[in-house]
């Protein structure tokens, strides 16, 4: 009976509550005893499917354990966060009176509800590619049934979408600058709840093959990375050597994509220091016409 009112529920109320939840510093313990009792579910059908998938040896968890041990670690991050400025970044209200730390929570109940639908067997090895392009989808239909605001559900769509992103670049112990370059312009306002969620996702991981090299690894280049987001929120841009106008006068070209590539392109080669000059720019970008 208590479920059938709770459908009955207007999905701002829904919404509302969920968000008080997330808000508090015991979110986890809040929706692990609604998990138990069989509401999450409820409220968010696709659960449903999370339940008691195995994630091979990397993951000591199904896939809707682990994500609820993701917010568990995420909340212990939090709780032991010093920084004034990442303190102040997480408390932005992004809309009306929900803030990112709320929303960040609530992504990391989000970041693999792509895996169900994604799940394949190869070569007795459980895959999941593609499942936060899967998730960014699904994720955007549960923000617009809540009715949460555009810039909620911008936040949500990048922060699932590129949720594995740092994991890669620690692949590595020292990330190229094009690699953080692109991580940085593809997660723009977002890049910090990512490493963030990064860091509860990979301390959510404890699998046989999760080595405890390969977690220091990932630490000290979240750490790195988030030093260097900080950082780069004080540098001021620099100006961009060629306008639009300018491109398409220099090499003959109507208004079409390839003048938004030939920007872009020199928008990355400017950000990690390979062109600083307009000369280094044109020679940069008729090589990359003329490969194109």
Sequence with gaps: MEHIKLILVSKERIRDELFKIFSSDRAYESLYTLDKARILEII?????RMRNIGQGPYHHLDVWQHTLETVKELEIIFKNLKDKEILRYLDTAISSERRRRSLLKFAALL???????????QKGKTTFHGHERMGLKIAEGIAKRLKLSNDEV???????????RPGYLAD?????????FRYFRDTGEEALSTL??????????????????ARKQHERVIAMLIKEYLYKDKVVKSK???????????????????????LSLLDEL???GKVKNRAQALC????????R
């Design 172 to 180: 590595s112990s020292s990330p190229t600058p094009r690699a953080k």
């Design 240 to 262: 961009r050597l060629l306008d639009g106008y300018e491109v398409m006068k220099e090499f003959n070209l109507k208004p079409s994509f390839l003048v938004g590539e030939l």
């Design 196 to 213: 963030l969620l990064s860091l509860a996702d990979q301390r959510s991981t404890k699998g046989p093959l999760t080595t405890l090299k």
């Design 270 to 272: 400017q950000g990690i």
């Design 154 to 164: 911008s936040l949500l769509r990048k922060i699932v979408l590129w949720h594995l």
């Design 44 to 48: 968010f059908p696709e659960v449903k």
């Design 284 to 291: 940069a970008l008729a090589k990359y016409i003329k490969k």
């Design 111 to 121: 970041h693999d509800i792509g895996k169900p639908q994604t799940m394949k067997r």
